[in-house]
């Protein structure tokens, strides 16, 4: 490091500014984390159901809907988007096994599956954009928040970023 004299005297900014260190960016924190059971207590507060083929919650059984080390954030996006929309929500996709791999999966904790119904089908397609779907749905909307919603016939996949 190179110190200049000013006027004959090294002055305390150049010394402040000499101690001075730079921390480097750091990634972004991952999501927040709720267990099964946090997550049930805030959608049973919220008025929001759940069911599943297998009558279970086991996150490693296919049949299960598990929402053990779901994202706060998803479980945040379903309760504003049951309260913006009125609408009864049934969940039937969470966190458990059996669905599509990836950084933004359900496994993941970055979405979840509901039943369809007109209510939410009406409220999706009134106020969101209908962007371009994926292979596996037949239809997807984006929220302006940029969350996506895809119409796969016998359910709505919802990703929460």
Excluded at 29 to 40: D, N, R, V, Y
Aim: aromatic letters at 10%; glycine letters at 10%; proline letters at 4%.
């Amino acid at each position: 490091m190179v110190r200049r004299m000013v006027g004959g005297v090294l002055g305390a900014f150049a010394l402040s500014v000499a101690s001075l260190s730079i921390a480097a960016p750091t990634a972004s924190a991952a999501p927040a984390k709720l267990s099964h059971s946090e997550a049930t207590a805030q959608f049973e507060a919220a008025g929001i159901t759940w069911s599943s083929s297998g009558n279970c919650s086991d996150r490693n059984v296919p049949t299960c809907t598990s929402f053990e080390q779901i994202n706060e954030n998803t479980v945040a996006g379903i309760i504003d988007f049951k309260d913006a929309t009125g609408c009864d929500i049934n969940l039937t996709g969470g966190t458990e096994t059996g669905h599509s791999d990836g950084t933004y999966s359900h496994w993941n904790g970055y979405k979840v599956d509901i039943s369809p119904t007109d209510c939410a089908a009406n409220y999706i397609r009134s106020n969101y954009t209908e962007v371009n779907p994926p292979g596996w749905g037949s239809e997807q909307w984006e929220a302006p928040s940029g969350n996506l919603y895809t119409n796969e016939d016998d359910h709505w996949d919802i990703l929460y970023y």
